[in-house]
Each structure stands twice: as structure tokens, then as C-alpha cells.
């Protein structure tokens, strides 16, 4: 899931530039704007769904089992946020910083919840960041920006536990290294 929301941010990034080629040219950008906001919906909730893929690896690394099969047992499970913070909590250096990114993941997963469970509403056009003109909103909440976001902030949670040196998550950041490696360097790779 990390590497299709890295693929899909850098389609967004591409479809990105092309509209605003496009737009600089008079010609109609409408196709490149929906493909920026697809990919970038892709990227989003891809993003979304490794967070919750990491989140269950890391708890039964990090959280006490009776705890994880409270998780996990139908009908038990809480919050994918707060399931997040408090896995975050035992895999970072600090509560605060934890807490900070586990609030960043919300944005996230409610974004994801969004697009799952899109409710169509009619509403006011709003400025388009790359200066386009007025768009629907749905362009901004699943714009270039939202999903270049969702990617940051996986990329940084990962950079977090990596470098926290959390006993009991030793063993996955080593057998992870390779796999965590190429996926920075697929972002480096960015248009």
C-alpha cells in the first residue's frame, strides 16, 4: 500500500503539471484536473490503509496481546486514530510526538472515510490552489496538496519508529530496511 500511494502522488504531481500546461495554453484541463483528483484520492487512502496495515504489526510488537485481541475480536475494535495514538505512543521517542502524528492520521483516515463513504452535496465552488479558478471542493480535499500529505506523513511515521529504537520493534525496522529504503528513494524519484 506505501508504494501505491507514492505511485499515485506522483500521477497526481504529473496530472498536476499537465493541467496547469494546459491552462496556460487556453485549452481544456478538465480530464487532467479529474485525474489529479483520482490519483490523489488513490494516494490518500492507500496511505490510509498502510497506516492501518503498520498499526496491526506494530501492536502486536508494542501493545499488550489481550489488548490486541480486544483489537481485533468482532465488534471490539475501536478507532482507527485511537488505535494509532496509542500504538504511536509505545513506538516513538515521545507522547508528543505521538500524539501529533496520530492527530495528522486522523485528517488521513477521516479522508479515507470520506472518500469510502462519499456523500455527494451540492455546495459553494472554492479557489483552486494552483490558481485555476473555482472548482468543487472535492477537488481540494482530494487535491495534489492533501495527497502529497498523506505521503509525507507515512514517510515521516516510518522515519519516527525507525529512529525511536523501540525494543520490541528492533527486529521489524532491520527486517524492514530494504523495503523502507527503496520506498524513499521511489519518493526521491518524484517529477
Known amino acids: 500500500?506505501?508504494?501505491?500511494?507514492?505511485?499515485?502522488?506522483q500521477e497526481a504531481l504529473s496530472a498536476r503539471q499537465a493541467m496547469l500546461d494546459l491552462h496556460a495554453?487556453?485549452?481544456?484541463?478538465?480530464?487532467?484536473?479529474?485525474?489529479?483528483?483520482?490519483?490523489?484520492?488513490?494516494?490518500?487512502?492507500s496511505a490510509a490503509f498502510a497506516m492501518d496495515a503498520l498499526v496491526g504489526v506494530w501492536a502486536r510488537l508494542v501493545m499488550d496481546p489481550q489488548t490486541v485481541a480486544k483489537w481485533e475480536a468482532p465488534g471490539g475494535?475501536?478507532?482507527?486514530?485511537?488505535?494509532?495514538?496509542?500504538?504511536?505512543?509505545?513506538?516513538?521517542?515521545?507522547?508528543?510526538?505521538?500524539?501529533?502524528?496520530?492527530?495528522?492520521?486522523?485528517?488521513?483516515?477521516?479522508q479515507r472515510g470520506g472518500a469510502v463513504h462519499f456523500a455527494e452535496t451540492s455546495g459553494p465552488t472554492v479557489r483552486h490552489p494552483a490558481g485555476i479558478g473555482n472548482v468543487a471542493e472535492v477537488h481540494l480535499t482530494y487535491g495534489q496538496e492533501t495527497a502529497t500529505a498523506a505521503v509525507d506523513l507515512l514517510l515521516e511515521?516510518?522515519?519516527?519508529v525507525e529512529s525511536a529504537s523501540k525494543p520490541q520493534l528492533t527486529s521489524w525496522v532491520g527486517s524492514m530496511a530494504q523495503v523502507l529504503a527503496s520506498l524513499r528513494t521511489k519518493r526521491n524519484k518524484r517529477q
Open 77 to 110: 475494535s475501536i478507532n482507527m486514530g485511537n488505535r494509532a495514538e496509542q500504538v504511536l505512543r509505545r513506538s516513538c521517542k515521545d507522547a508528543k510526538t505521538a500524539i501529533d502524528l496520530a492527530n495528522r492520521w486522523r485528517v488521513v483516515f477521516r
Open 1 to 9: 500500500m506505501a508504494e501505491l500511494a507514492v505511485q499515485h502522488e
Open 157 to 160: 511515521t516510518l522515519s519516527e
Open 25 to 45: 495554453k487556453g485549452g481544456n484541463f478538465a480530464a487532467e484536473l479529474g485525474r489529479e483528483t483520482g490519483d490523489s484520492l488513490l494516494a490518500i487512502c
